[in-house]
């Protein structure tokens, strides 16, 4: 089992910054991957960006260039650093953890940015 808790959305004007953090907790050690997904109203839930346990990161076209993903191994936290935020970036943030024969979800954080 892995518990998952995101914070840091909010509302915040266009090309500004914000930083989401997911800490995890549980079977830590099981983990391979870490990532963030966001879904807007009416839409697809979409990959933003993953981050292995080896450190490889990947990330959607949409946010490459603009958003950052790290990690703290001593906190068991995750982090998504965006800046340059844009009106379409505005969605629920989730984090997911991914083991090898399952993945867990947070319950998502929104971020909403203004025009």
């Known amino acids: 089992q892995v518990q998952l808790v995101e914070s840091g959305g909010g509302l915040v004007q266009a090309g500004g910054s914000l930083r989401l953090s997911c800490a995890a907790s549980g079977s830590i050690s099981s983990i391979n991957a870490m990532g963030w997904y966001r879904q807007a109203p009416g839409k697809q839930r979409e990959l933003v960006a993953t981050i292995t346990s080896g450190g490889s990161t990947n990330y959607a076209d949409s946010v490459k260039g603009r958003f950052t993903i790290s990690r703290d191994t001593a906190k068991n936290t995750v982090y998504l650093q965006m800046n340059s935020l844009k009106p379409e970036d505005t969605a629920v943030y989730y984090c997911?953890?991914?083991?090898?024969?399952?993945?867990?979800w947070g319950k998502g954080t929104l971020v909403t940015v203004s025009s």
């Open positions: 997911r953890a991914d083991l090898r024969l399952r993945l867990y």
